[in-house]
């Protein structure tokens, strides 16, 4: 995209009759609002809060998914995760990076455990429960995941229906809770296939910047593979705008122009780049702990909210 079309793009952004005109309100969401335009150059709905559930389960799984790193996964994760537990969904978080930082960033010692998802994974034998492990967050479990990952795609080639492992261990636990959330690694190898053939839907933070916009299409081409071949529920619940600065035209430009490519696809909500993020990282709890009251920890509340209302949660 050359700087006319972002211009282009810009130009129909700032122009609220020809963006309300082209983005209809999501379903659930079409008498909300009052038609001013949010951060996607859209008009903002106003989400509503989720009503208590009445029984809890089957989960519905969703992949935190894109090969570019350091675009916001594990945060979302996270902080998706606990606003979620927050309106009264039991959420079950998956560790799926042999990094490992979603288990840090909730306090959890992976490093010292001696069973992990990658046990999980490669052995027979073990009980899920038995390795998942509670959180600070009511409502909020963890299968947590170390640096033993990293050698579960090389053991898994050779394995019989190989992209359908996670799958399989994720069975057993799913009417014991409401969403369940996979941090996918940086990659499209073959753990993050199984996070694919495990999901109904898959989120994807993007970084407002352009290179991390080049590799998307790579993805959507992948998850369109995947449903194809292995799972044909699978579904793009949303793109996440994340790392947004308004200060900057170059974040705006950016948001603009996913929007122009993907529509409804991106979700109104856009998490804003903060240092909040990584402090509450550093104190392992989510933002909506750490700072419950930060712009941050409402725009992950939005989220919640938003993507509730979208259906892509109970």
């Known amino acids: ?26 379903p ?6 009052n038609g001013q335009l949010g951060p996607t150059g859209r008009p903002l709905p106003v989400f509503p809060e989720p009503p208590p559930l009445a029984s809890h389960g089957p989960a519905r799984v969703i992949a935190m ?43 959890i010692p992976a490093h010292q455990l001696d069973v992990t998802v990658y046990n999980l994974l490669t052995e027979r034998g073990h009980d899920v429960r038995d390795v998942i492990q509670k959180t600070k967050v009511a409502n909020l479990d963890v299968i947590p995941a170390n640096i033993d990952l990293s050698a579960a795609e090389v053991q898994l080639v050779g394995e019989v229906a190989r992209e359908q492992i996670l799958a399989r ?22 753990l993050t296939v199984n996070a694919l053939t495990a999901a109904h839907g898959v ?41 947004y600065d308004s200060r900057t035209l170059h974040s705006k430009e950016v948001v603009a122009s996913v929007v122009e490519h993907f529509g409804e696809r991106v979700f109104h909500t856009v998490i804003s780049r903060t240092v909040k993020f990584p402090d509450a990282s550093l104190a392992a709890e989510p933002i909506t702990t750490y700072d419950s009251t930060h ?6 509340r939005q989220l919640a909210r938003e993507l509730i209302a979208r259906g892509g949660a109970a």
């Open 1 to 26: 995209m050359d700087s006319s079309d972002i211009d282009a793009v810009v130009t129909t952004v700032d122009d609220p009759t020809s963006t309300a005109s082209r983005h209809g309100h999501l």
């Open 28 to 33: 659930g969401t079409e008498n909300a609002g």
């Open 65 to 107: 998914c894109n090969q570019k790193g350091g675009v916001g996964k594990t945060t979302t994760t996270i902080n998706l995760g606990a606003t979620l537990a927050e309106y009264g969904r039991r959420v079950l978080l998956v560790d799926f990076d042999p990094q490992g930082a979603l288990s840090v960033g909730l306090g």
């Open 169 to 190: 261990v994720l069975r057993p636990v799913l009417d014991d809770y409401d969403v369940i959330l996979i941090d996918c690694q940086p990659s499209l190898g073959l």
């Open 203 to 243: 989120l994807i933070p993007l970084e407002c910047e352009f290179f991390a916009m080049r590799g998307v299409a790579l993805l959507v081409e992948t998850i369109e593979k995947i449903t194809d071949r292995l799972n044909p529920r699978l579904q793009v619940d949303g793109i996440l705008a994340t790392m």
């Open 295 to 300: 712009k941050g920890a409402g725009a992950y």
